[in-house]
């Protein structure tokens, strides 16, 4: 809606710039909002105000020109200047009723995309596999699956990559350790965590154990039978370590979009060959580098992209260019989407450049990095054990759904106790994802179990709680939500605010598809909860004054559970149908 009066208003623009009213070349952005108060309309825009002075006129005086050169359309009844110059839109109440009936009869619930569909690459989670998945890969994973979602409702086309960090220096101690203890493979292995602690401490306390593992990366690097072979079952562990966890989260991720660095191996010393030929490459204390003259140190010296070391090693940026090269040529992307930390922006963004200047991606790949801010505890520092190690994410899923299901028992002490446990892993699983979901993506976050698994304020359980409170009217009516008939009708003050923000289902997953960014679907299906609630106190349904208005409102009804449980689904969570 928003981006259709947006379309009205500029042709009302182009109007007036004919006419002679508004001077030629003026390309303002032109902002639509939400109003607050309902009886001054359904959207305001502020661009009278933006251009009064360019046109040399009273603000109110050009809202009038405007309202005037504003052409006729269904969706809107009434246009009314406010204030010093706002113009306000009034929606045609049943121009909205239309639509939501369109979206009820609609499997996608009239949601597309308004471009054309686009193959979409999406490299996510992407854990470092000598390591037991930690809280530093929840985002990735959960804010990249959420956002693949979208892109596939949407109708793109999406591929995952895992680029898991599988290779590199430390697989030399891992393997020397294996090497040693051979048994270890069975069972330390089984914690990796573990496993990995007590090969450091060799690494750290033997020369000779250290010398060993230096060996071994490079036998492995080239090629050795045997060091292949335990590395690749260490790896095989790995990720049926990670595979269980995505599981567990309800990522759809498997091993077939495993894609690690150590794939891009024989490619390597090509892409260093290509910057050579495209004269980019400059030798740097035997190092090789493409310095970017758009990225400087702090002395004002241009910035090198590393791609081989004085030794002849390569690295992370050099897989990195391997992988783009192969995302446009082999998979041709649209569109490469990079779930990674924040902390890592500058890598990207002086990686994006490397490969446009050596022609490893083609123009038309747009390559963005989705960074994200810091996980932290609840004090705002860093997130620890309480003896300082790192967190597993299994123990902290564990300990959600173990503190979701004292909450539900609470809360339903009659359940019996198998569906309860089901309930409370929904609960406690959904609470860590939306939490860290709900939160802006470049902002650090606090994870704090309390307030995530709080049935108030914008959490999991209180949407998921909000859908249940839709399911149960139907289960009350003994109908299911599709066998209602009649035609919504849009009359009290709750409806219309209600059915207002329904028709808003599509443009906010445009948004978050645009800008990857999942909290934008949390605060509007947190909205049309908070919505439903009024809606649910104000207008009665089962016990509406007449049959039509039951059945109107019984649409309503369907209608919202559909969306929010459309919008659950696409962040990756569960909707129950009773809790
Ligand atoms: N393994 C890396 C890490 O844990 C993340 C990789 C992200 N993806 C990429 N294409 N660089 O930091």
Same mark, same amino acid.
């Given at each position: 809606?928003?981006?259709?009066?947006?379309?009205?208003?500029?042709?009302?623009?182009?109007?007036?710039?004919?006419?002679?009213?508004?001077?030629?070349?003026?390309?303002?952005?032109?902002?639509?909002?939400?109003?607050?108060?309902?009886?001054?309309?359904?959207?305001?825009?502020?661009?009278?105000?933006?251009?009064?002075?360019?046109?040399?006129?009273?603000?109110?005086?050009?809202?009038?020109?405007?309202?005037?050169?504003?052409?006729?359309?269904?969706?809107?009844?009434?246009?009314?200047?406010?204030?010093?110059?706002?113009?306000?839109?009034?929606?045609?109440?049943?121009?909205?009723?239309?639509?939501?009936?369109?979206?009820?009869?609609?499997?996608?619930?009239?949601?597309?995309?308004?471009?054309?569909?686009?193959?979409?690459?999406?490299?996510?989670?992407?854990?470092?596999?000598?390591?037991?998945?930690?809280?530093?890969?929840?985002?990735?994973?959960?804010?990249?699956?959420?956002?693949?979602?979208?892109?596939?409702?949407?109708?793109?086309?999406?591929?995952?990559?895992?680029?898991?960090?599988?290779?590199?220096?430390?697989?030399?101690?891992?393997?020397?350790?294996?090497?040693?203890?051979?048994?270890?493979?069975?069972?330390?292995?089984?914690?990796?965590?573990?496993?990995?602690?007590? #090969?450091?401490? !060799?690494?750290?306390?033997? /020369?000779?154990? +250290? %010398? &060993?593992?230096?060996?071994? *990366?490079?036998?492995? $690097? @080239?090629?050795?039978?045997?060091?292949?072979?335990?590395?690749?079952?260490?790896?095989?562990?790995?990720?049926?370590?990670?595979?269980?966890?995505?599981?567990?989260?309800?990522?759809?991720?498997?091993?077939?979009?495993?894609?690690?660095?150590?794939?891009?191996?024989?490619?390597?010393?090509?892409?260093?060959?290509?910057?050579?030929?495209?004269?980019?490459?400059?030798?740097?204390?035997?190092?090789?580098?493409?310095?970017?003259?758009?990225?400087?140190?702090?002395?004002?010296?241009?910035?090198?992209?590393?791609?081989?070391?004085?030794?002849?090693?390569?690295?992370?940026?050099?897989?990195?260019? #391997?992988?783009? !090269?192969?995302?446009?040529? /082999?998979?041709? +992307? %649209? &569109?490469?989407?990079?779930? *990674?930390?924040?902390? $890592? @922006?500058?890598?990207?963004?002086?990686?994006?450049?490397?490969?446009?200047?050596?022609?490893?991606?083609?123009?038309?790949?747009?390559?963005?990095?989705?960074?994200?801010?810091?996980?932290?505890?609840?004090?705002?520092?860093?997130?620890?054990?309480?003896?300082?190690?790192?967190?597993?994410?299994?123990?902290?899923?564990?300990?959600?759904?173990?503190?979701?299901?004292?909450?539900?028992?609470?809360?339903?002490?009659?359940?019996?106790?198998?569906?309860?446990?089901?309930?409370?892993?929904?609960?406690?699983?959904?609470?860590?994802?939306?939490?860290?979901?709900?939160?802006?993506?470049?902002?650090?976050?606090?994870?704090?179990?309390?307030?995530?698994?709080?049935?108030?304020?914008?959490?999991?359980?209180?949407?998921?709680?909000?859908?249940?409170?839709?399911?149960?009217?139907?289960?009350?009516?003994?109908?299911?939500?599709?066998?209602?008939?009649?035609?919504?009708?849009?009359?009290?003050?709750?409806?219309?605010?209600?059915?207002?923000?329904?028709?808003?289902?599509?443009?906010?997953?445009?948004?978050?598809?645009?800008?990857?960014?999942?909290?934008?679907?949390?605060?509007?299906?947190?909205?049309?909860?908070?919505?439903?609630?009024?809606?649910?106190?104000?207008?009665?349904?089962?016990?509406?004054?007449?049959?039509?208005?039951?059945?109107?409102?019984?649409?309503?009804?369907?209608?919202?559970?559909?969306?929010?449980?459309?919008?659950?689904?696409?962040?990756?969570?569960?909707?129950?149908?009773?809790?």
């Amino acid at each position: 809606m928003k981006d259709s009066i947006r379309h009205l208003i500029q042709q009302a623009l182009d109007r007036l710039t004919t006419e002679g009213v508004l001077p030629a070349g003026l390309t303002p952005a032109i902002q639509v909002e939400n109003t607050r108060d309902k009886s001054h309309g359904d959207f305001a825009s502020n661009i009278a105000m933006m251009l009064a002075k360019p046109a040399g006129m009273k603000p109110r005086d050009l809202a009038q020109k405007l309202i005037d050169a504003l052409p006729q359309d269904a969706q809107i009844s009434q246009v009314e200047i406010a204030g010093p110059g706002f113009l306000n839109f009034f929606q045609n109440t049943d121009a909205l009723a239309e639509r939501l009936e369109a979206a009820l009869a609609d499997p996608q619930l009239s949601v597309r995309k308004p471009g054309a569909p686009q193959r979409v690459v999406i490299d996510l989670s992407s854990p470092n596999l000598a390591k037991e998945m930690h809280v530093g890969h929840l985002r990735s994973t959960i804010i990249g699956d959420a956002v693949g979602r979208v892109l596939e409702f949407l109708g793109d086309e999406v591929i995952r990559q895992n680029h898991v960090g599988d290779w590199g220096t430390q697989f030399g101690m891992l393997l020397a350790y294996l090497e040693e203890k051979p048994a270890a493979a069975e069972t330390e292995l089984s914690d990796l965590e573990q496993f990995y602690r007590a #090969a450091k401490q !060799r690494f750290d306390e033997s /020369a000779t154990f +250290a %010398d &060993r593992a230096r060996e071994l *990366v490079v036998k492995l $690097q @080239a090629g050795d039978a045997e060091c292949l072979r335990l590395w690749t079952r260490f790896n095989e562990i790995s990720l049926s370590h990670c595979q269980k966890i995505y599981d567990r989260l309800n990522v759809k991720l498997t091993p077939a979009d495993v894609k690690g660095e150590s794939a891009y191996n024989a490619e390597l010393p090509g892409i260093v060959d290509a910057l050579c030929d495209k004269g980019l490459l400059t030798e740097d204390n035997g190092a090789q580098c493409v310095f970017l003259e758009d990225f400087k140190n702090a002395e004002g010296n241009p910035l090198p992209v590393i791609v081989q070391k004085a030794g002849g090693g390569y690295l992370y940026a050099t897989t990195d260019l #391997a992988a783009m !090269r192969y995302r446009s040529q /082999a998979l041709h +992307a %649209d &569109r490469v989407l990079y779930f *990674v930390d924040q902390r $890592q @922006a500058l890598h990207f963004q002086m990686a994006f450049e490397v490969a446009r200047r050596a022609g490893f991606v083609h123009d038309g790949m747009q390559l963005e990095h989705m960074g994200f801010g810091t996980m932290n505890g609840a004090d705002g520092r860093p997130f620890k054990t309480r003896d300082g190690g790192t967190v597993k994410l299994i123990d902290l899923l564990d300990e959600a759904e173990q503190r979701a299901y004292s909450l539900v028992k609470e809360k339903n002490p009659d359940l019996d106790d198998a569906e309860l446990r089901q309930i409370a892993r929904a609960v406690g699983i959904s609470a860590v994802k939306y939490a860290d979901l709900s939160k802006h993506r470049t902002s650090d976050y606090r994870f704090n179990f309390e307030l995530m698994l709080s049935f108030e304020g914008n959490t999991a359980p209180y949407l998921l709680y909000a859908y249940t409170r839709v399911s149960s009217v139907f289960r009350k009516l003994g109908k299911g939500i599709d066998e209602i008939e009649g035609r919504i009708q849009l009359e009290a003050e709750q409806e219309l605010a209600l059915a207002a923000r329904i028709a808003q289902f599509g443009e906010t997953l445009n948004n978050v598809g645009e800008k990857g960014e999942p909290h934008l679907l949390c605060s509007y299906l947190y909205d049309l909860a908070g919505l439903f609630s009024s809606f649910y106190e104000h207008c009665p349904i089962l016990t509406a004054e007449t049959e039509q208005q039951k059945q109107s409102r019984l649409r309503l009804a369907a209608l919202t559970g559909k969306t929010l449980k459309q919008g659950l689904q696409l962040l990756g969570l569960e909707p129950l149908e009773r809790m």
